[in-house]
Protein backbone atom coordinates (compact mmCIF):
# COMPACT_ATOMS: atom_id res chain seq x y z
CA UNK A 1 0.00 0.00 0.00
CA UNK A 2 1.49 3.39 -0.92
CA UNK A 3 2.55 5.49 2.11
CA UNK A 4 2.86 9.48 1.26
CA UNK A 5 5.66 11.70 3.14
CA UNK A 6 3.69 14.78 3.25
CA UNK A 7 6.72 17.04 4.14
CA UNK A 8 10.53 15.72 5.67
CA UNK A 9 11.89 16.46 8.87
CA UNK A 10 14.48 19.08 9.88
CA UNK A 11 17.52 17.45 11.02
CA UNK A 12 20.60 18.99 12.72
CA UNK A 13 23.30 18.86 10.78
CA UNK A 14 27.10 18.81 11.43
CA UNK A 15 29.48 21.57 10.48
CA UNK A 16 31.07 24.92 10.41
CA UNK A 17 27.63 26.85 8.56
CA UNK A 18 24.28 25.83 9.42
CA UNK A 19 23.50 23.53 6.40
CA UNK A 20 19.68 22.36 6.08
CA UNK A 21 18.76 18.25 6.39
CA UNK A 22 15.37 17.70 5.09
CA UNK A 23 14.87 13.92 5.69
CA UNK A 24 12.02 12.22 3.77
CA UNK A 25 12.43 8.57 4.45
CA UNK A 26 14.79 7.52 7.21
CA UNK A 27 15.04 7.04 11.35
CA UNK A 28 13.58 10.06 12.14
CA UNK A 29 10.97 10.99 9.56
CA UNK A 30 9.52 7.40 8.51
CA UNK A 31 10.77 5.23 11.23
CA UNK A 32 13.29 3.17 8.47
CA UNK A 33 16.45 2.05 9.17
CA UNK A 34 17.27 0.09 5.58
CA UNK A 35 17.89 3.54 3.71
CA UNK A 36 17.42 7.26 4.36
CA UNK A 37 16.98 9.87 1.54
CA UNK A 38 17.53 13.34 2.20
CA UNK A 39 17.49 16.74 0.82
CA UNK A 40 20.79 19.03 1.78
CA UNK A 41 20.97 22.60 1.04
CA UNK A 42 24.34 23.89 2.59
CA UNK A 43 26.26 27.21 2.19
CA UNK A 44 28.53 28.42 0.54
CA UNK A 45 32.22 27.35 2.64
CA UNK A 46 30.20 24.58 4.66
CA UNK A 47 32.50 21.90 5.77
CA UNK A 48 31.65 19.05 7.35
CA UNK A 49 33.68 16.73 9.82
CA UNK A 50 35.44 14.19 8.20
CA UNK A 51 33.55 10.88 8.84
CA UNK A 52 34.05 6.68 8.19
CA UNK A 53 30.64 5.90 8.13
CA UNK A 54 29.08 2.46 8.39
CA UNK A 55 26.41 3.12 5.20
CA UNK A 56 26.52 3.31 1.76
CA UNK A 57 25.74 6.90 0.83
CA UNK A 58 25.05 8.06 -2.82
CA UNK A 59 24.51 11.49 -3.49
CA UNK A 60 23.37 13.46 -6.49
CA UNK A 61 23.81 17.05 -6.74
CA UNK A 62 21.17 19.58 -8.28
CA UNK A 63 22.49 22.54 -7.87
CA UNK A 64 26.34 23.98 -7.53
CA UNK A 65 28.97 21.44 -6.18
CA UNK A 66 29.72 19.69 -3.70
CA UNK A 67 33.58 18.94 -2.84
CA UNK A 68 34.23 15.11 -1.90
CA UNK A 69 37.19 14.62 0.07
CA UNK A 70 38.77 10.82 0.38
CA UNK A 71 41.56 9.50 1.13
CA UNK A 72 42.32 9.50 -2.91
CA UNK A 73 41.93 13.01 -3.01
CA UNK A 74 39.40 15.57 -3.79
CA UNK A 75 36.48 14.98 -6.14
CA UNK A 76 34.38 17.91 -7.05
CA UNK A 77 30.42 17.33 -8.17
CA UNK A 78 28.75 19.04 -10.07
CA UNK A 79 25.15 20.01 -10.78
CA UNK A 80 23.41 16.87 -12.84
CA UNK A 81 26.53 13.96 -11.12
CA UNK A 82 26.44 11.79 -8.82
CA UNK A 83 29.00 10.20 -6.37
CA UNK A 84 29.00 6.70 -4.10
CA UNK A 85 31.06 6.17 -1.45
CA UNK A 86 31.17 2.78 0.11
CA UNK A 87 30.85 2.26 4.19
CA UNK A 88 34.34 2.23 6.35
CA UNK A 89 35.66 4.95 3.39
CA UNK A 90 36.87 8.14 5.05
CA UNK A 91 35.46 10.89 3.78
CA UNK A 92 34.84 14.88 4.33
CA UNK A 93 32.25 16.98 2.25
CA UNK A 94 31.95 20.30 1.88
CA UNK A 95 30.62 22.90 -0.25
CA UNK A 96 33.48 25.46 -1.18
CA UNK A 97 31.18 27.62 -4.08
CA UNK A 98 29.94 30.96 -2.64
CA UNK A 99 26.67 29.39 -3.85
CA UNK A 100 26.77 26.27 -1.67
CA UNK A 101 24.92 23.33 -3.69
CA UNK A 102 21.98 21.18 -3.06
CA UNK A 103 21.78 17.75 -3.34
CA UNK A 104 19.90 14.61 -2.59
CA UNK A 105 21.83 11.96 -0.20
CA UNK A 106 20.54 8.08 -0.21
CA UNK A 107 22.10 6.25 2.80
CA UNK A 108 21.68 2.51 2.90
CA UNK A 109 21.22 1.18 5.89
CA UNK A 110 19.84 4.42 6.92
CA UNK A 111 21.88 7.49 8.40
CA UNK A 112 22.25 7.58 12.04
CA UNK A 113 24.52 9.27 14.28
CA UNK A 114 25.32 6.63 15.97
CA UNK A 115 27.04 4.79 12.80
CA UNK A 116 28.75 7.85 10.77
CA UNK A 117 31.87 8.05 13.04
CA UNK A 118 32.81 11.63 12.84
CA UNK A 119 36.40 12.32 13.22
CA UNK A 120 37.03 13.98 16.40
CA UNK A 121 40.10 16.56 15.16
CA UNK A 122 37.87 17.51 12.75
Given at each position: ?????????????AGNKPKQIEEFVGRVNSGD????????????????????????EMSVV???TLQVETREGICEVKAGQAIV???GEWVRYSTPDPDGA?????????????????????
Amino acid sequence: MPRLIEQPVIVKAAGNKPKQIEEFVGRVNSGDESISIARMVSPGGWVEPAQTPDFREMSVVLKGTLQVETREGICEVKAGQAIVLEPGEWVRYSTPDPDGAEYIAVCTPAFSPETVHRDEES
